[in-house]
T-cell receptor, first 114, second 116 residues
Framework: AAGVIQSPRHLIKEKRETATLKCYPIPRHDTVYWYQQGPGQDPQFLISFYEKMQSDKGSIPDRFSAQQFSDYHSELNMSSLELGDSALYFC?????????????FGPGTRLTVT | AQSVAQPEDQVNVAEGNPLTVKCTYSVSGNPYLFWYVQYPNRGLQFLLKYITGDNLVKGSYGFEAEFNKSQTSFHLKKPSALVSDSALYFC??????????????WGLGTSLAVNP
């Protein structure tokens, strides 16, 4: 079965640079979530989109922005990168407009800021 | 405020023994409860969920969880642990009465080590 695809899988950037992470949800899934996970930490919810509209906002810094496109894929844009942005970034997708569905996670993008 | 607590940072069990990973929650309304597992350098995988109905929920890889409303708990269990079960386990909750809020509230995770 198709899973959530994230690209790139690994990304190395320098401080103050920008980065764009991409997420392709499972086909027919209309909701996308972005999470940031530091080493040994729980996933921190950043932002989510339902039917191309922002649905929930978490601890996403103002330097970050995201959107969901007409084909339901999503991009997380990160600017003025800081060392502390180094983490695993997960995208998850789910189906439907109800809150009891489970989220399916992608493999993550490991961002290293040097 | 909504919250999830996983009181144990680490759980160690011997292979073949039963395992329990604890989770308690606090929400204002009725909870939707989830368990996810994360293997090293991998994304989270959905294990099971409680929405309504039978308090004992069965999930993937032989895991099950028991919803206890009076104790506001949703402990993850498995009758016989395998070494391959060693991973990080996350409990998560969503408040049913939170309208269109689809955000999950996550526990801090419990590292399960199954010893051969």
């Amino acid at each position: 079965a198709a899973g959530v695809i994230q690209s790139p899988r690994h990304l190395i950037k320098e401080k103050r640079e920008t980065a764009t992470l991409k997420c392709y949800p499972i086909p027919r899934h209309d909701t996308v979530y972005w999470y940031q996970q530091g080493p040994g930490q729980d996933p921190q919810f950043l932002i989510s989109f339902y039917e191309k509209m922002q649905s929930d906002k978490g601890s996403i810094p103002d330097r970050f922005s995201a959107q969901q496109f007409s084909d339901y894929h999503s991009e997380l844009n990160m600017s003025s990168l800081e060392l502390g942005d180094s983490a695993l970034y997960f995208c998850a997708s789910s189906l439907g407009g109800r809150s009891f569905y489970e989220q399916y996670f992608g493999p993550g993008t490991r961002l290293t800021v040097t | 405020a909504q919250s999830v607590a996983q009181p144990e940072d680490q759980v160690n069990v011997a292979e073949g023994n039963p395992l329990t990973v604890k989770c308690t929650y606090s929400v204002s309304g009725n909870p939707y409860l989830f368990w996810y597992v994360q293997y090293p350098n991998r994304g989270l995988q959905f294990l099971l969920k409680y929405i309504t109905g039978d308090n004992l929920v069965k999930g993937s890889y032989g895991f099950e969880a028991e919803f206890n409303k009076s104790q506001t708990s949703f402990h993850l269990k498995k009758p016989s642990a395998l070494v391959s079960d060693s991973a990080l386990y996350f409990c998560a909750v969503r408040d049913l009465n939170a309208g269109n809020n689809r955000k999950l509230i996550w526990g801090l995770g419990t590292s399960l080590a199954v010893n051969p």
